[in-house]
Each structure stands twice: as C-alpha cells, then as structure tokens.
C-alpha cells in the first residue's frame, strides 16, 4: 500500500522511486499538461466533427459527410508510405479509427483515466502522423521543401514523450479521476488499464 497525498491510500504498483517522492508543485503542472494535452486531441475531434472553422470549415465537417482523414492523408508528399497512406485516405474505417482516437485519447487524459491505454494509443497515432509527415525529407516527391524543420523531434515526438511520461508519473491522480479509476476492482486486477 503506497500513500498518496493527504493521507489517503491506494494500491499502487511497487515501483523503485529512483529520487524523492513528486513534490504537490510538480504533480500540479504534471496535471496542467495532461489536461492541455487531453485538449489538444479533444479540440481536434469536435473541430474535425463539427467543422468550427478553424482546421475544418463547416462544409468538411464529419457530421456535414466530410472525411476527417481524406485531405491530410491524400496530401501526403512525402516517405516511403505515401502510397499506403493515399490508399486508406478517406476510408470510412480510418475516418472511425482516427476519430476515436482522438475522443478516447483526448477524453482519459483529461479525466486523468486509463492513462496508459491513452499513452500507449497516443504513441501509435503520433508515429503514424510522424510517418505521414515524414520530417526525415527535405523535399516533397514533386521536389518542393516539406516544411521540415526538424527530422526526429517534432511535435508528434513530443505529444508521444508527454503521454508516456504522463502515465508513469500517475498525472491523473492529481485534478483528475486516476485516484478513482485506479482503485476500481477491475483496473486493480488488470493494472494495464490504469
């Protein structure tokens, strides 16, 4: 049994705590990225659904029959997947995937639950965006620039560091439902959905 703050307990993994124990400051700007994190991901989803102008115009918007990966994924110029990522562009099963993706990811980092499916999910979906983009190429394959600033860490590098770091330092307990979450019989019996 491990102590979590003012005095309450939860079962929590015996982990090796290489330094002191997380100070409430840093727990709190831990939480302040998860939620800015979460909104990242949920902003994305209801733009894409609801077309609020700002990436998606009301007339692309998902619930107007607009496909949320149709233009980004046919407008790949670059890498050695641009043949794949064209030929799934638009697909009703990459439309649903992406988008519950994003709600999924979105919504546990901002309740601060199942933070390492979210983790593990984001990481997937930050590659296949990185790989989509292919910052490695300086040109397009038409010879253009690609807007590559920088070949390895670039926000989809970033976005996967901060899910994963979120989910190993428990970021949901703090402002959020982890504490909760993490004390329900069935994550307590199956620690990977914390």
Do not use: C
């Not at 003012?6 to 124990?21: D, N, Q």
């Not at 990225?33 to 007339?59: C, H, M, N, Q, Y």
């Not at 959020?176 to 329900?184: H, N, V």
Request: charged share 10%; glycine share 12%.
């Amino acid at each position: 049994m491990t102590t979590i703050g003012r005095g309450t307990a939860a079962h929590l993994e015996k982990v090796e705590a290489p330094g002191s124990m997380l100070t409430k400051t840093a727990a709190r700007a831990l939480a302040v990225l998860r939620i800015s994190t979460g909104f990242v991901f949920l902003w994305a989803f209801f733009d894409k659904t609801f077309g609020w102008g700002f990436a998606t115009p009301a007339e692309r918007a998902w619930i107007n029959g607009g496909s949320p990966t149709k233009g980004f994924l046919s407008g790949v110029e670059v890498g050695p997947l641009q043949d794949f990522f064209h030929s799934i562009a638009g697909d009703p099963w990459t439309n649903w995937l992406f988008m519950l993706g994003l709600l999924g990811i979105g919504l546990a980092f901002v309740l601060g639950i199942g933070m390492r499916l979210a983790a593990g999910a984001g990481v997937v979906m930050m590659a296949l965006m990185w790989a989509a983009e292919w910052p490695l190429d300086k040109t397009t394959s038409a010879g253009e620039p690609s807007g590559s600033t920088n070949p390895v860490t670039d926000y989809h590098f970033i976005y996967a560091v901060a899910g994963i770091v979120l989910a190993l330092t428990y970021a949901g307990h703090t402002w959020g439902l982890g504490r909760w979450w993490a004390s329900l019989p069935l994550v307590q019996k199956n620690r990977w959905l914390i």
